[in-house]
């Protein structure tokens, strides 16, 4: 029986062999590269970006997020032909990528990425940002939900964030739906927005109610800045998306149970469907943005006819009586800071009781995270 058995077990163990990961037998001295670990995070807040590039003339480090890289950016390669950059990073999540030669590519040995409207970028995250490091804190979950939606006559996709305890079945929740920026997806609130655990930081640490966070997909087309607003993305949202929902989710359905807010692209988008439907709303937020076209705007965001469009609604004053809160708040390097303030004189001169922060910084998710945090506990109190 034992001579039988020995053909299986020698075929067995070759084909583990041939299976198994080059690092394993590397480690266990059976030759091939070593493994990457990359990005590699110090103590100290170092960061060390790796890849092998063993051809490669130049490679440099990209990222729209981690400030004043400039010659930094430039890496080095090693005697093991692997390309290095080691720099202090601070606390919170970051998006780069790799330029070899000239060819924009994702770090091959980090797993985590962070999608935007046109392409997919590696994640970075530095622990110390305590409002969103990951706590041993009862935790929420975030699904990627497909939807149908019978304004654009397809299939879309949202993120939805559940708080912890939803999955016991009991009980309905607020609802707070958060749009993304021109540059995103539905996607990012949740990766390099850390929205999911910034929710159960503050939920845990009793600073704000338990809600259902709803992430649509902002842009309805191919153009990055989602074309004019007033349009399709608007009619998706109050037609399709609330109302799949509210079907799908235990969520609650009267006006003081429902805020919206959204940064950049999403803040315009968050104004645009606050005036077709203020009687459904009690919580407004616009991060970094404001009425684009009112002090001269950006390329295809104008939206010059925004006040008399909406007259009849900025005008009313039963309107006004169920808006719990109107919060906006931008940074005074941000581009659109001016648009912000313009907006919020505009909203005033209409006798709404609007909330303006101007904060440091720009138009960056250190501030969006930064909003998120002090926004949310406002909600259903």
Known sequence: MKTRLLPFFTALFAVAICTAPTGIWAQAGRGGPPRLVSPEVASNGDVTFRIRASKAQSVR???SDISNLGQRAQMTK???????????VKPGAWRYNFNVDGVTVDDPANPATSESN????????????????????PHGAVAQVAYYSSTLQRFRRLHVYTPPGYESGKGRFPVFYLLHGAMDCDNAWSTVGRAGFILDNLIAAGKAKPMVVV???????????????GGDFENDFLKDIMPFVEKRYRIKTERGSRALAGLSMGGAQTLNIAMMRLDQFAYLGVFSSGVFGIT?????????????RN?????????????????FATGKEDSLITTTRATVDMLKKHNFNVTFKETDGAHTWINWREYLNEFAPQLFQ
Request: charged letters at 20%; zero cysteines; aromatic letters at 10%.
């Open 311 to 327: 007259l009849a609604t900025l005008d009313n004053p039963a309107l006004k009586k169920g808006l719990k809160l109107f919060w």
């Open 61 to 63: 480090l990209e990222s």
């Open 296 to 308: 001269g705007g950006r390329g295809g965001m104008n939206m010059p006819d925004f006040e008399p």
């Open 215 to 229: 992430m649509p997909a902002g842009h309805t087309g191919p153009n990055r800045m989602g074309g004019s607003f």
């Open 118 to 137: 046109e392409y997919i970028r590696s994640l970075l995250y530095v622990p110390g940002a305590d409002f969103m490091d990951t706590k041993d804190v």
């Open 78 to 88: 090693n005697s093991n032909e692997v390309w290095e950059l080691t720099l202090p």
